[in-house]
């Protein structure tokens, strides 16, 4: 059990640019889900995949958000156009079916300017 | 609409004393409860959970105490130690509306154990 990996730890970009984060989860978890963090505030949910299947977005996840989970493996998040209420933490959880526990990662801190 | 309410945004404990955190909750479709701890720069790391078919459970120093009928829980943390100094973050699995469990979090407690 090597835990949450994520990737990169930081990134800086500009407003309008694109961003990619990933996402490794646990290796026999089948769950995954992403979450946002900002300051003062506990994290907020985004999206959950069971296996490669995206299954619930949060109306947070605005149209310049996607996220995909190939062959149910890694995840990826990308947000399009960046905007300065992007920057926050933005954290990757797994869990397996059935169980209520999430195991986090270290998180993607991103920041526009 | 804040659902998971942490009502002290923090909390200083002289070490070897008790810490008491607070989570209150209003919607009674919660059935299970976790508490998260995390550090600066780093993710959420889970500490203990409690199911609403039960009223305490203990984890070592860790004790989770839930109170159905006021919606209330509470995490005591006995001896503290300066290594507990962290944010810790009460949540709970949405099960309805067609939901798949992600976690619905308060906004933190802020623990200072102080040597």
């Known amino acids: 059990d090597t835990g949450v990996s994520q990737n990169p730890r930081h990134k800086i970009t500009k407003r309008g640019q694109n961003v990619t984060f990933r996402c490794d989860p646990i290796?026999?978890?089948?769950?995954l889900y992403w979450y946002r963090q900002t300051l003062g505030q506990g994290p907020e949910f985004l999206t959950y995949?069971?296996?490669?299947?995206?299954?619930?977005k949060s109306r947070l996840l605005s149209d310049r958000f996607s996220a995909e989970r190939p062959k149910g493996s890694f995840s990826t998040l990308e947000i399009q156009r960046t905007e300065q209420g992007d920057s926050a933490m933005y954290l990757c959880a797994s869990s397996r079916t059935g169980i209520h526990e999430q195991y986090f990662g270290p998180g993607t801190r991103l920041t526009v300017t | 609409d804040q659902q998971v309410k942490q009502n002290s945004p923090s909390l200083s404990v002289q070490e070897g004393r008790i810490s008491i955190l607070n989570c209150d909750y209003t919607n009674s479709m919660f059935d299970y409860f976790l508490w998260y701890k995390k550090y600066p720069a780093e993710g959420p790391t889970f500490l203990i959970s409690i199911s609403s078919i039960k009223d305490k459970n203990e984890d070592g120093r860790f004790t989770v105490f839930l109170n159905k009928s006021a919606k209330h829980l509470s995490l005591h943390i006995v001896p503290s130690q300066p290594g507990d100094s962290a944010v810790y973050f009460c949540a709970a699995p949405r099960r309805y509306g067609g939901s798949q469990g992600n976690l619905i979090f308060g906004k933190g407690t802020k623990l200072s154990v102080k040597p």
């Open positions: 995949f069971q296996n490669e299947a995206q299954l619930e």
């Open positions: 290796s026999e978890h089948n769950r």
